[in-house]
């Protein structure tokens, strides 16, 4: 069992920067392929990154590629995602998620097994 707990979000200028960290406590962190997600009001729940249980191989969205690093410590049990050049469409409400299955399949939400209670990006024009 995993418990994560996102911070970081907040208000901020497009253009601007923000950095989320996702906390986990229980066992285990070390072996879970970790992911980012967010939805928009009205919107399914998309992800935004993924990172394997190593750190050593990471996946981005098209969308935010170039934009946004993933990023984890195993030693402390945290995911951080560095947001840069943030643009209005990237307010959302982000989630952090692990999953216990293979890296490769970690793509969609159903694959996760434990989520964070999200926390709000909002970026205004």
């Known amino acids: 069992q995993v418990q994560l707990v996102e911070s970081g979000g907040g208000l901020v200028q497009a253009g601007g920067s923000l950095r989320l960290s996702c906390e986990a406590s229980?066992?285990?962190?070390?072996?879970?392929?970790m992911g980012w997600f967010r939805q928009a009001p009205g919107k399914e729940r998309e992800i935004v990154a993924r990172?394997?249980?190593?750190?050593?191989?990471?996946h981005y969205a098209d969308s935010v590629k170039d934009r946004f690093t993933v990023a984890r410590d195993n030693a402390k049990n945290t995911m951080y995602l560095q947001m840069t050049s943030l643009k209005p469409e990237d307010t959302a409400v982000y989630y952090c998620?692990?999953?216990?299955?293979?890296?490769?399949?970690?793509?969609?939400?159903?694959?996760?097994?434990?989520w964070g209670q999200g926390t709000q990006v909002t970026v205004s024009s």
């Open positions: 229980g066992r285990f962190f070390a072996v879970y392929t």
């Open positions: 990172i394997s249980w190593s750190g050593g191989t990471t």
């Open positions: 998620a692990a999953s216990r299955g293979y890296y490769a399949g970690a793509t969609q939400p159903s694959a996760y097994d434990y």
